[in-house]
């Protein structure tokens, strides 16, 4: 299995409060994701990374921010938590090789955030 | 865009029976990538496979079989006499060729339960 943490993997926060999850990785793997998984949506790409300090959004990046100052973590930022942002979040991270970016990622366990 | 599409949300079968999970796909890429990801009720995701676009060789391992047609769009899993363990949410996936990592688009998924 894939090293990857998250922490906290449970969080309940009110409206308004500023969240930060992080994601640790040990493979020392290029590339970091954030999804959210809600019903009905399967799972949406927030933020990813490419490098220390290379991110860019995805496709729900509206509210969050990201942060890579290391290679092995990738932290999420919700700056004002709204109700909306209630979802489990998911870290992934995978490799490369040259001329492929595109192989599978390996996900961590999943942090569950409730904003009341 | 990129787009996943599981039709079925739900699927019931009884042990042994065969089952198969249907994911059609949309992009204009020539180059892309397909992925199957499971998720058992205790939350992980679990890489199951990955194919390009270059090869429409059907796959076998074990009970799973994925049949890639691109003629159709389709990257079906058919899982072979069904066992209770099998009882999970299956996701398709989605990514184009890209330099900056692989960007996940998935479908919805699709909850299968297999009854003793």
């Known amino acids: 299995d894939a090293g990857i943490t998250q922490s906290p993997r449970h969080k309940v926060t009110e409206t308004g409060t500023p969240v930060t999850l992080r994601c640790h990785q040990t493979e020392n793997h290029r590339y970091m994701y954030w999804y959210r998984q809600d019903p009905g949506h399967g799972l949406r790409l927030i933020h990813y990374?490419?490098?220390?300090?290379?991110?860019d959004k995805g496709e729900v990046s509206d509210g969050y921010s990201v942060s890579r100052s290391k290679t092995e973590d990738f932290l999420l930022t919700l700056e004002s938590a709204t109700s909306s942002q209630t979802s489990v979040y998911f870290c992934?991270?995978?490799?490369?090789?040259?001329?492929?970016?595109?192989?599978?990622?390996?996900f961590g366990p999943g942090t569950r955030l409730t904003v009341t | 865009a990129q787009k996943v599409t599981q039709a079925q949300t739900e699927i019931s079968v009884v042990e042994k029976e065969d089952v198969t999970l249907d994911c059609v796909y949309e992009?204009?890429?020539?180059?892309?990538?397909l992925f199957w990801y499971k998720q058992p009720p205790s939350g992980e995701l679990v890489f199951l496979i990955r194919r390009n676009s270059f090869d429409e060789q059907n796959e076998i391992s074990g009970r799973y079989s994925w049949n890639f047609q691109k003629s159709t769009s389709s990257f079906n899993f058919t899982i072979t006499a069904s066992q209770v363990v099998d009882s999970a949410v299956y996701f398709c996936?989605?990514?184009?060729?890209?330099?900056?990592?692989?960007?996940?688009?998935f479908g919805e998924g699709t909850q299968l339960t297999v009854n003793p």
């Open positions: 992934a991270i995978s490799e490369s090789t040259s001329g492929s970016s595109s192989y599978e990622q390996y």
């Open positions: 992009t204009r890429d020539t180059t892309y990538y």
């Open positions: 990374s490419y490098g220390v300090k290379d991110t």
């Open positions: 996936a989605l990514s184009e060729r890209e330099t900056s990592g692989s960007r996940l688009t």
